[in-house]
């Protein structure tokens, strides 16, 4: 008999799920509702992953709305909450339950809360303190490796997250701390703190460092790129160091420079940097400097196994269903989807890096999963007549497309028997599969971040684009988007009832 503690022994599985954090989570949940045997794995001893331990200031960047216009039980409830993960009655729409509401995004401590509500209200089982330790290829399929023995299974999947420090090449970097070491902000009161980097990491340390730090510096090669926040769904609150600066406040810098070194300096250090946006040489001096570089995938023996990886060797390369493009069978869950690009219309790129877009990739890789073992996706039936509402419908408030916008799609497809609703599906594998005739509506972004639908059509192979125009509150079910529609669609419906 399973032991009910420790769930899942060594044996065969058709997939093994490696992590316990949301990724893990999702993705476990999303494959027992399509009736996959999998186990899952982790080397915690409890759920949440790098919520355990990260935000180091605790507070979250992604926001929920405790109340919205629509009820937490509803599907729309989700473009609203983008912190809980997603489940049927019961189990979903968690982290509002453990918001206090002193902000619109939770505590690291309010998220870990629902993590585990998730996994208890879901019946989802993992089996804790089992280590992942080595991955072969064997039988048409791989060995998961672990201290408590192998693990076969026809598919793995890692939700590993992106959870080890990252360090550029920088000489003198040893001197530093990375982010994972910083200290409690008490305990740089009246120092000099240089941060090195400018994202999102880098300005929660200078943020929770403001009250206490005397002097505080941001230093990076780019410049702090205000124009990109409007495809991001995180909220701003980490950007006071920016707005002290650029008003001249005294004592905070962020600065555009690229790092020579790292050096010690009269019983401190000086970070060595060259201009990048004002040329010339620049010397910062600091009590402590602190690496704010970001961090890459704990890929283990992945790489030896054939996973290729991008940008730095730090995510591995993924396809649309987040599968390793030069390891085939090998999967990925979690915010390491961000390897998986999608087609970057207008320069815009999923938002796989926070939990509101990767449950959704944990949806999609669950269901290619699934036909993969054989299990038939669900195709309901859409009437010739309804189809225009329908599109529309998910144009005005799908969750999966507004909040990811241009990477995932509703999809119909037509044939002689009819329409079918195809679900939620890559943006990039419609138009690059090829196959029947189709139709599929996502929602996009121009490059001055203005938000507009649009309608792709397959027809015979071919592939036409349908820009519809935007709209100041984004009601896009109105008469005029019904009538561009009808008449996009009307060459590839002919003939269908």
């Not at 399973?2 to 949940?29: A, H, I, K, M």
Request: proline fraction near 7%; charge should be negative; glycine fraction near 10%.
């Amino acid at each position: 008999m399973e032991n009910v503690d420790r769930p899942f022994p060594p044996g065969r599985y058709d997939v093994v799920v490696v992590g316990s954090g949301p990724g893990g989570l999702q993705t476990s949940q999303c494959l027992t509702r399509l009736g996959v045997e999998h186990a899952v794995i982790s080397q915690d001893d409890a759920p949440g992953g790098m919520f355990r331990r990260f935000p180091i200031f605790e507070r979250l960047i992604s926001w929920t709305k405790p109340d919205a216009p629509v009820e937490r039980s509803t599907r729309e409830y989700e473009w609203y909450d983008h912190n809980s993960l997603l489940g049927d009655a019961g189990a979903q729409a968690l982290a509002p339950e453990f918001m206090d509401r002193t902000f619109d995004v939770p505590s690291r401590a309010e998220m870990e809360a629902a993590l585990v509500a998730f996994t208890e209200r879901a019946g989802v089982r993992v089996r804790y303190g089992c280590r992942w330790t080595g991955t072969r290829r064997e039988d048409e399929g791989f060995v998961v490796e672990t201290d408590d023995g192998d693990y076969g299974c026809r598919f793995a999947v890692f939700a590993i997250g992106v959870t080890q420090p990252w360090v550029p090449p920088i000489r003198g970097s040893e001197l530093a701390a990375h982010y994972v070491e910083t200290r409690p902000a008490g305990s740089y009161r009246d120092k000099r703190v240089v941060i090195i980097g400018k994202r999102n990491s880098a300005f929660e340390v200078g943020n929770g460092l403001l009250p206490w730090a005397k002097e505080l510096t941001l230093v990076s090669p780019r410049p702090v790129q205000l124009e990109l926040l409007p495809q991001s769904p995180l909220r701003l609150r980490y950007l006071q160091p920016y707005e002290e600066y650029v008003r001249g406040g005294a004592g905070t810098y962020v600065v555009d420079a690229a790092i020579e070194h790292i050096e010690p300096s009269n019983g401190g250090l000086r970070v060595v940097a060259e201009g990048t946006r004002w040329p010339g040489r620049l010397e910062f001096d600091a009590d402590d400097v602190i690496l704010a570089t970001g961090f890459k995938a704990p890929l283990q023996d992945l790489r030896e196994l054939g996973v290729a990886t991008v940008l730095n060797d730090r995510i591995p390369a993924l396809s649309p269903f987040f599968e390793s493009l030069s390891a085939p069978g090998v999967f990925f869950a979690g915010n390491v989807t961000a390897g998986s690009r999608g087609i970057r219309k207008h320069g815009i790129g999923p938002n796989s890096t926070s939990v509101n877009g990767f449950r959704y990739n944990a949806r999609v890789l669950a269901e290619h999963l699934a036909e993969r073992l054989g299990i038939e996706r669900a195709r309901p039936r859409v009437e010739r007549a309804d189809l225009v509402p329908f599109l529309l419908r998910e144009l005005s408030c799908a969750p999966e497309l507004w909040i990811q916008k241009t990477f995932l799609a509703r999809v119909v497809s037509v044939s002689e028997d009819g329409l079918r609703d195809e679900g939620i599906l890559p943006l990039e594998h419609f138009l690059d599969a090829g196959g029947q005739d189709a139709v599929c509506a996502a929602i996009e972004m121009d490059p001055k971040a203005v938000i507009y639908p649009a309608v792709y059509v397959r027809r015979a192979g071919r592939i036409t684009e349908h820009e519809l125009p935007s709209h100041p509150v984004h009601a896009f079910r109105g008469p005029e988007y019904a009538r561009e529609v009808e008449a996009v669609l009307g060459p590839l419906l002919r003939g269908t009832s």
